[in-house]
């Protein structure tokens, strides 16, 4: 599977952003999704994952409420819709893909694939 994540950019605290994952192969519905980010200094972190049907969902306690995942598995593609957003949320964020189609998972090292990554800056 190899993903391409697009969608990031500058806005201002409080505004919207909505990425998307495009990914390429016909077993995208056998693969849980997981957004992950990486502020500057910092480690990778997750924000948010899906089951291969999207029923199931999980977050990081930062963005529940503000952050939704959502996956078109006819367009083999995922995505993340942030509102209400925080300069604290200024990261590259990236897009994976799990084995853990059920569950998905917040652990980096259960992803088989990522994306190379969008930036997206909040400015307050």
């Known amino acids: 599977v190899q993903l391409q994540a697009s969608g990031g950019g500058l806005v201002q605290a409080g505004g919207s952003l909505r990425l998307s994952c495009a990914a390429s192969?016909?077993?995208?519905?056998?693969?849980?999704m997981g957004w992950f980010r990486q502020a500057p200094g910092k480690e990778r972190e997750f924000v948010a994952t899906?089951?291969?049907?999207?029923?199931?969902?999980d977050y990081s306690d930062s963005v529940k409420g503000r952050f939704t995942i959502s996956r078109d598995n006819a367009k083999n593609a995922v995505y993340l819709q942030m509102n209400s957003l925080k300069p604290e949320d200024t990261a590259v964020y990236y897009c994976?893909?799990?084995?853990?189609?059920?569950?998905?998972?917040?652990?980096?090292?259960?992803?088989?694939?990522w994306g190379q990554g969008t930036l997206v800056t909040v400015s307050s």
């Open positions: 994976a893909a799990t084995p853990l189609l059920y569950s998905g998972s917040r652990i980096p090292l259960d992803y088989d694939y």
């Open positions: 192969g016909r077993t995208f519905s056998r693969y849980g």
């Open positions: 899906v089951s291969w049907s999207g029923d199931s969902t």
